[in-house]
């Protein structure tokens, strides 16, 4: 259902994908917040148990002192997931000297999210190495979000990335 997705004002064109146990619908998306049309993708599995890794947030270079927005990362639907993965990558700089923190934020409607962090956890920190980090935590929010920092004061941090691995 349109109402499913936070800020979704209709669904048009629907092109169905389907590799059991998952259905892939691709179609455009309208929002109630702003002009235009994205592409949007819906995917539903069709027995349990299932396991689906998808990106949720990728930037080329993250400069220091610097955090990402909530509008840089999707929502993350929830409602019919038991387990939930985050994984966390970034090459840091020869000189870096703190660690890119990872946020969680949650949501009961995808729309309004916490200022206040469910979660948080920091990647490992080898200055001059790409860093990749996985944080498990049981699903009991509805939607999530999240937002990368870089903390560092000099150094800025490239290839972040951050993939979610959903399962039920």
């Known amino acids: 259902m349109?109402?499913?997705?936070?800020d979704?004002?209709?669904?048009?064109?629907?092109h169905a994908l389907i590799e059991p146990p998952f259905i892939y619908a691709f179609h455009t998306?309208?929002?109630?917040?702003?002009?235009?049309?994205?592409?949007?993708?819906?995917?539903?599995a069709t027995a349990t148990p299932f396991r689906i890794d998808m990106p949720v947030l990728s930037r080329a270079t993250l400069g220091p002192k610097?955090?990402?927005?909530?509008?840089?990362?999707?929502?993350?639907?929830?409602?019919t997931v038991k387990r939930c993965a985050l994984t966390?990558?970034?090459a840091y700089g020869q000189k870096a000297a703190k660690p890119v923190r990872i946020h969680v934020r949650s949501s009961y409607d995808g729309a309004d999210y916490d200022t206040a962090d469910l979660w948080?956890?920091?990647?490992?920190?080898?200055?001059?190495a790409l860093c990749r980090k996985t944080f498990e935590f049981d699903a009991k929010v509805r939607f999530i979000k999240v937002l990368v920092e870089n903390a560092d004061k000099a150094e800025q941090v490239s290839e972040v990335k951050v993939n979610v691995t959903l399962g039920g």
């Open 2 to 6: 349109r109402e499913r997705n936070p």
């Open 8 to 14: 979704a004002s209709a669904f048009s064109e629907v």
């Open 29 to 44: 998306l309208r929002y109630i917040s702003k002009p235009g049309e994205d592409l949007g993708v819906q995917i539903f």
């Open 66 to 79: 610097t955090t990402t927005s909530l509008v840089d990362c999707p929502p993350v639907c929830l409602s």
């Open 88 to 90: 966390a990558q970034c």
């Open 120 to 128: 948080h956890f920091d990647n490992e920190l080898q200055p001059g």
